[in-house]
């Protein structure tokens, strides 16, 4: 993985529908630059930032800034598929806090 925490980096979202019996792929590209980013996982249509607190991308660049500052040395994060949970943890540690949507 990534470290996300150099400088600018640059994300894309890809989006695939299924129609009748055919699978038909569109792929929208978004781009924007970030800093700061500590772990990013998919919450809907939006990347989340759990480690840094919540902040979070939306596929228009749009940002929302993070709601809280955990002050332990989590490094890593990973969401449930419907975003109602996620944990973040230290990859090579014995800590880890579970978060509630």
Request: with cysteine; hydrophobic share 35%; glycine share 12%.
């Amino acid at each position: 993985a990534p470290d996300y925490e150099s400088g600018g980096q640059e994300f894309e979202s890809l989006r695939a529908r299924h129609f009748g019996k055919c699978l038909m792929v569109l792929f929208k590209q978004s781009t924007f630059t970030a800093t700061g980013i500590k772990s990013l996982c998919w919450r809907g249509d939006e990347l989340v930032d759990w480690v840094g607190g919540g902040r979070s991308f939306a596929a228009d660049g749009t940002e929302r800034d993070p709601s809280v500052n955990y002050a332990y040395r989590f490094d890593a994060a990973t969401a449930s598929p419907d975003g109602r949970y996620a944990v973040i943890y230290e990859r090579l540690g014995t800590k880890g806090l579970l978060l509630r949507k």
